[in-house]
């Protein structure tokens, strides 16, 4: 059945004015109406749809305050990886950040865009054609969750972009939160209730966007500040950053309206200091600012280290402190046998959550902050994160107090506890016969960044330890269903999945294996760098020490972790079990070490904005060709690639008779082409 024609256009009409309002109260907090002419509007419209419910659409306004429930949320591949950001947490940090960004692109002075950093829940919101199809939480950074009818129960958030030259597909990055009026109103109503309160907004947030029924989302007044784009296309991306926050407000999308462009490193400390000083003044929490590179080019050249942007940092605030008196101290052995002294103490609400232990590092942190149990202490959540033990109150020391002593046995295993001089932690002799190193050695190995076997968590690895049916990582490869079926927990099924698991686990990457070994310092960036460098495994276990050093960003102390790991035949012959059980990687292709289009062995420095390819990418090629890319112009560099806008490396180039060439001849030297091509 049809609606009657004046009913349809009136619909129209109401849903359009409403958005508008609904744009004009959320996003620009300029409204035009009184709330009582929108509640009518609104009224109007809910009573139309109901004697027509053939104009039902998902996307009216009066279907945001709820919708039906879900038992569960779909998993969402980001299209464009929601990466985290590096923390600074000193002024020092932040100029050490803005020297390398200034180094690498060879600049005198960058412009930031600066924004408060909001203490809520990473999202991204895409847009089909204007229209909102999905909205998804951030997860690891590579899959999220499915939150749309959550998501769409936010007020502030556009179900259709307003205007009509947006991108056919446009992912809006931004943060959920709760303002601090709405997270007060939420624990006031709880409590009347009897029900659970939230810790902070934050938490509070996370709560809300996560229930399984949208309509406890709608009554949990959330809101949203968008702060960058994901994936785009039929769309000519702005050069600069604040030119797409700017874009995005024009689309509807709200942004933090203290959001600022400011002027080299000076201008962000200022600006730093000025957010921090009205940071109880806002309506929402914030715990630092986040500083951005504005030119969208640069941000290109930069490029990424690891999971984060080169550039971006978010300077934090400082954490809050309380203080709490030291009841004991205990030595906690992790997967690589190190001796983590955490003391615990009274408990004490630091920070928005309850804190009862607290990391003292290593014994030369204890002996420096000459802590003693009984003490009276002051703690802090550090970046408002990890809880740790500040400074030691002395005038309040009791007498008797005692002093922490290293264990001379593993409190785990009994093995002889070894400090080697000049080192600050204190190590645990076991090794494999460890079962605390074992276990976070397995643990590690399985885990999403390494090997990624879903279904094999902290609890079953322990049981499987206790059997002794696992001792390894290649043991692991060896279980059955049957056997696993008979733990605690598990059934046919989670035993069929797990199995599954193992299996399509052993095809990985090479980097990934690496680091899911769990070399001493060998974090994920070092493991790619690794894989890059040597392209297999053999060759980089057969590497001297000296050709392990040549690797960009590895040091003698890590190059010596590698070169003993490997020199270990314990642990060549679980590689060799691994690899006997399936355990397998593509080949990373490398350039040819000799013939034309070859830089083997060069040392190259690139500079200036070249017209055919990024920095970042001009990089890459010459690594890719035998060459090793560095940052500075020295005697030791054999090349310098200059494009337009060169800067002080071309002329300091000069000055040392370093070979200079221009992006046709570098494109020839990686038989691209070039003069004469």
């Given at each position: 059945?049809?609606a009657?024609?004046?009913?349809?256009?009136?619909?129209?009409?109401?849903?359009?004015?409403?958005?508008?309002?609904?744009?004009?109260?959320?996003?620009?907090?300029?409204?035009e109406v009184?709330?009582?002419?929108?509640?009518?509007l609104?009224?109007?419209?809910?009573?139309?749809?109901a004697?027509?419910?053939e104009?039902?659409?998902a996307?009216s306004p009066?279907?945001r305050?709820?919708?039906?429930?879900?038992?569960?949320?779909?998993?969402?591949?980001h299209?464009?990886?929601?990466?985290?950001l590096?923390?600074?947490?000193?002024?020092q940090?932040?100029l050490?950040?803005?020297?390398r960004?200034?180094?690498r692109l060879?600049?005198?002075?960058?412009?930031?865009?600066?924004?408060?950093k909001?203490?809520?829940?990473?999202?991204t919101l895409?847009?089909?054609?204007?229209?909102l199809?999905q909205?998804?939480t951030?997860?690891?950074?590579?899959?999220g969750?499915?939150?749309?009818?959550?998501?769409r129960?936010?007020r502030?958030?556009?179900?259709q972009?307003?205007?009509?030259?947006?991108?056919?597909?446009l992912?809006?990055?931004?943060?959920?939160?709760?303002?601090?009026?709405?997270?007060?109103?939420?624990?006031?109503?709880?409590?009347?209730r009897?029900?659970?309160?939230?810790?902070n907004?934050?938490?509070?947030a996370?709560?809300s966007?996560?229930?399984?029924?949208?309509?406890i989302?709608a009554?949990?007044?959330l809101?949203?500040?968008?702060?960058?784009?994901?994936?785009?296309?039929?769309?000519?991306?702005?050069?600069?950053?604040?030119?797409?926050?700017?874009?995005?407000?024009?689309?509807?999308?709200?942004t933090?309206?203290?959001?600022?462009v400011?002027?080299?490193?000076?201008?962000?400390?200022e600006y730093?200091?000025?957010?921090?000083?009205?940071?109880n003044?806002?309506?929402?929490?914030?715990?630092?600012?986040?500083y951005?590179v504005?030119?969208?080019d640069?941000?290109?050249?930069?490029?990424?280290?690891?999971?984060?942007?080169?550039w971006?940092v978010?300077?934090?605030?400082?954490?809050?402190?309380?203080?709490?008196?030291?009841?004991?101290?205990k030595?906690?052995?992790?997967?690589?046998?190190?001796?983590t002294?955490?003391a615990?103490?009274?408990?004490?609400f630091?920070?928005g959550?309850?804190?009862?232990?607290?990391t003292l590092?290593?014994?030369?942190?204890?002996a420096r902050?000459?802590?003693?149990?009984?003490d009276?202490?002051?703690?802090?959540?550090a970046?408002?994160?990890i809880?740790?033990l500040?400074?030691?109150?002395?005038?309040?020391?009791v007498p008797?107090?005692r002093?922490?002593r290293?264990?001379r046995?593993?409190?785990?295993?009994?093995?002889?506890?070894d400090?080697?001089?000049?080192?600050?932690?204190?190590r645990?002799?076991?090794?494999?016969?460890?079962?605390?190193?074992?276990l976070?050695?397995l643990?590690?190995?399985a885990?999403?960044r390494?090997?990624?076997?879903?279904?094999?968590?902290e609890?079953?690895?322990?049981?499987?330890?206790?059997?002794?049916r696992?001792?390894?990582?290649?043991?692991?490869?060896?279980l059955?269903?049957?056997?696993?079926?008979?733990?605690d927990r598990?059934?046919?099924?989670?035993?069929?999945?797990?199995?599954?698991?193992?299996?399509?686990?052993k095809?990985?990457?090479?980097?990934?294996?690496?680091?899911a070994?769990?070399?001493?310092?060998v974090?994920?960036?070092?493991?790619?760098?690794?894989?890059?460098?040597?392209?297999?495994?053999?060759?980089?276990?057969?590497?001297?020490?000296?050709?392990?050093?040549?690797?960009?960003?590895?040091?003698?102390?890590?190059?010596?972790?590698?070169?003993?790991f490997?020199?270990?035949?314990?642990?060549?012959?679980?590689?060799?079990?691994l690899?006997a059980?399936?355990?397998?990687?593509?080949?990373i292709?490398r350039?040819?070490?000799a013939?034309?289009?070859?830089?083997?062995?060069?040392?190259v420095?690139?500079?200036?904005?070249?017209?055919?390819?990024s920095?970042?990418?001009?990089?890459?090629?010459?690594?890719?060709?035998?060459?090793?890319?560095?940052?500075?112009?020295?005697?030791?560099?054999?090349?310098?690639?200059?494009?337009?806008?060169a800067?002080?490396?071309?002329?300091?180039?000069?000055?040392?008779g370093?070979m200079?060439?221009?992006?046709p001849?570098?494109?020839?030297?990686?038989g691209?082409?070039?003069?004469?091509?």
């Open positions: 059945m049809t009657p024609r004046e009913a349809t256009k009136r619909a129209r009409e109401l849903r359009e004015q409403i958005e508008h309002h609904n744009y004009r109260y959320y996003v620009l907090d300029d409204p009184a709330d009582a002419q929108f509640d009518a609104m009224q109007e419209l809910q009573q139309l749809e004697r027509h419910p104009l039902a659409d996307d009066t279907q305050v709820g919708g039906q429930a879900s038992r569960e949320f779909r998993a969402v591949v299209a464009v990886p929601m990466l985290s590096e923390n600074a947490f000193a002024e940090d932040i050490d950040f803005d020297r960004a200034r180094e060879d600049v005198e002075r960058i412009v930031y865009s600066a924004e408060p909001i203490d809520g829940l990473a999202i895409r847009y089909e054609r204007g229209r199809v909205a998804a951030r997860g690891d950074g590579t899959r969750e499915d939150v749309t009818p959550n998501v129960a936010i502030s958030v556009p179900v972009l307003r205007g009509k030259r947006w991108p056919a597909v992912e809006a990055r931004g943060e959920v939160f709760m303002t601090r009026k709405s997270f007060e109103g939420l624990n006031k109503r709880g409590l009347e009897g029900e659970k309160t939230f810790a907004p934050r938490n509070a996370a709560g966007l996560r229930q399984h029924d949208p309509s989302t009554q949990r007044s809101d949203l500040f968008f702060y960058g784009m994901g994936a785009i296309e039929g769309w000519t991306v702005p050069p600069r950053h604040s030119a797409v926050l700017a874009a995005l407000r024009d689309f509807g999308l709200r933090c309206p203290e959001i600022a400011v002027d080299g490193v000076v201008g962000c400390l730093y200091a000025r957010i921090g000083g009205k940071r003044a806002l309506a929402y929490e914030i715990d630092g600012v986040v951005k504005d030119r969208l640069w941000q290109r050249d930069l490029g990424f280290v690891a999971r984060a942007p080169r971006a978010a300077h934090k605030f400082p954490a809050q402190e309380q203080t709490t008196t030291v009841r004991e101290v030595f906690y052995v992790g997967r690589t046998g190190a001796l002294p955490v615990h103490v009274e408990p004490v630091v920070g959550v309850t804190v009862s232990n607290v590092h290593n014994m030369d942190e204890v902050k000459d802590v003693r149990v009984g009276t202490v002051v703690v802090r959540r970046g408002d994160v809880p740790e500040v400074r030691v109150v002395p005038e309040k020391r008797g107090a002093e922490v290293l264990p046995q593993c409190p785990v295993c009994g093995s002889h506890v400090r080697t001089e000049g080192e600050a932690v204190a645990c002799s076991g090794q494999l016969v460890c079962p605390a190193q074992r976070g050695a643990f590690h190995f885990s999403r390494a090997m990624d076997i879903d279904g094999l968590g609890r079953l690895i322990a049981q499987l330890i206790e059997s002794g696992v001792a390894t990582p290649a043991d692991l490869y060896t059955t269903i049957e056997e696993l079926a008979g733990l598990m059934g046919p099924k989670s035993a069929a999945n797990l199995v599954a698991a193992l299996e399509q686990s095809q990985t990457t090479l980097s990934r294996f690496l680091y070994l769990g070399i001493r310092d974090g994920e960036a070092t493991a790619l760098a690794l894989a890059e460098h040597f392209g297999d495994l053999d060759t980089l276990v057969d590497a001297s020490l000296e050709a392990i050093q040549q690797v960009r960003d590895v040091g003698p102390v890590v190059a010596g972790h590698v070169r003993e490997f020199d270990e035949e314990r642990n060549r012959k679980v590689v060799a079990q690899r059980a399936g355990v397998a990687w593509p080949r292709k350039a040819a070490t013939g034309p289009g070859s830089m083997a062995g060069k040392v420095v690139i500079t200036g904005t070249l017209a055919s390819m920095r970042e990418e001009a990089r890459e090629a010459a690594r890719a060709a035998g060459a090793t890319v560095t940052d500075s112009v020295s005697k030791k560099t054999s090349l310098l690639v200059v494009g337009a806008e800067g002080s490396k071309l002329k300091k180039a000069q000055d040392l370093v200079v060439v221009d992006e001849s570098f494109l020839q030297m990686l691209r082409g070039g003069p004469g091509a």
